[in-house]
């Protein structure tokens, strides 16, 4: 198994650019999820999904949107990018809820807009 | 709401150190507490998970332990290696989502 896959690894936006994240995993998992890290910060969630065709707000959503066609692929979008948006972005799946899940981690997409 | 914090930021010890990292988090109604090692510019690997229900998991030379009622979690390490240096991130599980509320990270620097 890949586990879970982002690209690009890095990116370079203009001010009022978008773009796409690409995340997919191969784990047949339900859940997954968008993160971005702040230099020295921890993760601060941006939107999550619990399954295909159903997605809801996490703590940071605002400038980004998700989609969730199939199980596999969870997408972020950036419409028009802001320097504040400069971050690095996780996408992170777990197969459900509960006690004892566990969330894995891509190798992350370091965006920066200048 | 739920908050995670993390003492202290960074910690630099000789090689051979047995070493203690402290997370806290204000709501006790969790899941799961997960414990994750990140190197510079790379992205998270899980190291330890704790159910809500458990008091301590270990792996190899980490031992991590829950204690919900005092909102607290440690990481163990012993015999500490320049190999481990790396952050630390604690992050507290719970919801009907299983959303993951991070610390803020501990930098660790063993040195050789």
């Known amino acids: 198994n890949a586990g879970v896959t982002q690209t690009p690894k890095f990116r370079i936006l203009k001010i009022g650019q978008s773009m796409t994240l690409q995340c997919t995993q191969d784990?047949?998992?339900?859940?997954m999820y968008w993160y971005r890290q702040d230099p020295g910060m921890g993760l601060k969630l941006i939107y999550y999904?619990?399954?295909?065709?159903?997605?809801d707000k996490g703590e940071v959503p605002n400038g980004y949107n998700v989609s969730r066609s199939t199980t596999e692929d969870f997408p972020l979008r950036l419409e028009l990018a802001a320097p504040s948006q400069t971050s690095v972005y996780f996408c992170?799946?777990?197969?459900?809820?509960?006690?004892?899940?566990?969330?894995?981690f891509g190798p992350g997409t370091r965006l920066t807009v200048l | 709401k739920q908050e995670v914090t993390q003492i202290p930021a960074a910690l630099s010890v000789p090689e051979g150190e047995n070493l203690v990292l402290n997370c806290s988090f204000t709501?006790?109604?969790?899941?799961?507490l997960q414990w994750f090692r990140q190197d510079p510019g790379k992205g998270l690997t899980s190291l330890l998970l704790?159910?809500?229900?458990?008091r301590e998991q270990t792996s190899g030379r980490l031992n991590a332990s829950l204690d919900k009622s005092s909102g607290r979690s440690t990481l163990y390490i012993a015999a500490s290696q320049p190999g481990d240096s790396a952050t630390y991130l604690c992050?507290?599980?719970?919801?009907?989502?299983?959303?993951?509320?991070f610390g803020t990270g501990t930098l660790l620097a063993v040195q050789p």
């Open positions: 784990m047949n998992h339900n859940y």
């Open positions: 704790i159910q809500s229900s458990q």
């Open positions: 992170a799946s777990s197969f459900d809820r509960g006690l004892g899940n566990e969330q894995f």
């Open positions: 999904s619990v399954g295909a065709g159903i997605t």
């Open positions: 709501d006790s109604a969790i899941y799961n």
């Open positions: 992050a507290a599980g719970g919801g009907a989502t299983n959303k993951l509320i």
